[in-house]
């Protein structure tokens, strides 16, 4: 059987793409996901639905904006929040953004994800921060989106989402239900009382733990 590192980049994309949207994450036409590719990024069409987009409607433009002639689709309308992304985090293979139900309810209440639970540290900070508000699609949003995730791979975007880098797209599909289903713990947890949230001491702790995990 072809390895998922073996599949060409438009048949693995639109895998993942598919499995963001039967987890719940990517729901009608919110969502886009893209893949790091030479000379640029591969990235879902604007207004594109899962069940109904194919191999020939992704989008293979530079990080800088251009797109080939003879495209075809337009990309995402939030294609220049992922190629800030790739330009400035190398380690970044591939984006997920999405509009998954509890981490838009924690967006819209413009939090962030605290050290309530060490899982957490699983996205390279003690915190998932949430960027203030901009209108979608634009430059400032990017530019905003940077800022909020400082050294983490995943922030949230106020109103909007959640945004998560990774290596690969497999990793970015698992980081992005992990934070989903964090989102919704701390979401239960804070309506029940408050959250008692971790030490500097314990977060470090945990990320030692982690080093040798798995």
């Given at each position: 059987?072809?390895?998922?590192?073996?599949?060409?980049?438009?048949?693995?994309?639109?895998?993942?793409?598919?499995?963001?949207?039967?987890?719940?994450?990517?729901?009608?036409?919110?969502?886009?996901?893209?893949?790091?590719?030479?000379?640029?990024?591969?990235?879902?069409?604007?207004?594109?639905?899962?069940?109904?987009?194919?191999?020939?409607?992704?989008?293979?433009?530079?990080?800088?904006?251009?797109?080939?002639p003879g495209a075809g689709r337009?990309?995402?309308?939030?294609?220049?929040?992922?190629?800030?992304?790739?330009?400035?985090?190398?380690?970044?293979?591939?984006?997920?953004?999405?509009?998954?139900?509890?981490?838009?309810?924690?967006?819209?209440?413009?939090?962030?994800?605290?050290?309530?639970?060490?899982?957490?540290?699983?996205?390279?900070?003690?915190?998932?921060?949430?960027?203030?508000?901009v209108t979608f699609g634009t430059?400032?949003?990017?530019?905003?989106?940077?800022?909020?995730?400082?050294?983490?791979?995943?922030?949230?975007?106020?109103?909007?989402?959640?945004?998560?880098?990774?290596?690969?797209?497999?990793?970015?599909?698992?980081?992005?239900?992990?934070?989903?289903?964090?989102?919704?713990?701390?979401?239960?947890?804070?309506?029940?009382?408050?959250?008692?949230?971790?030490?500097?001491?314990?977060?470090?702790?945990?990320?030692?733990?982690?080093?040798?995990?798995?």
């Amino acid at each position: 059987m072809t390895t998922p590192e073996r599949d060409p980049p438009r048949r693995r994309l639109l895998a993942i793409y598919r499995q963001a949207a039967a987890a719940g994450l990517i729901g009608g036409q919110s969502g886009n996901l893209s893949l790091r590719i030479e000379g640029g990024m591969l990235i879902t069409p604007s207004g594109a639905r899962a069940e109904t987009c194919t191999e020939a409607d992704l989008v293979a433009m530079a990080l800088d904006g251009a797109v080939p002639p003879g495209a075809g689709r337009r990309p995402s309308s939030e294609a220049p929040m992922h190629a800030a992304i790739y330009a400035a985090r190398p380690a970044a293979g591939a984006i997920l953004h999405a509009h998954s139900d509890a981490a838009t309810a924690l967006a819209c209440l413009n939090r962030g994800l605290p050290a309530f639970h060490y899982m957490v540290t699983r996205f390279g900070a003690a915190e998932i921060a949430c960027a203030p508000y901009v209108t979608f699609g634009t430059p400032a949003l990017a530019a905003a989106c940077l800022a909020a995730l400082g050294q983490a791979r995943a922030c949230l975007l106020a109103n909007h989402g959640m945004i998560v880098h990774a290596a690969d797209a497999e990793a970015v599909l698992a980081d992005a239900i992990l934070l989903e289903t964090l989102a919704r713990q701390y979401l239960l947890a804070a309506a029940a009382g408050t959250p008692r949230l971790l030490s500097p001491t314990e977060i470090a702790e945990a990320v030692e733990r982690f080093k040798n995990y798995g």
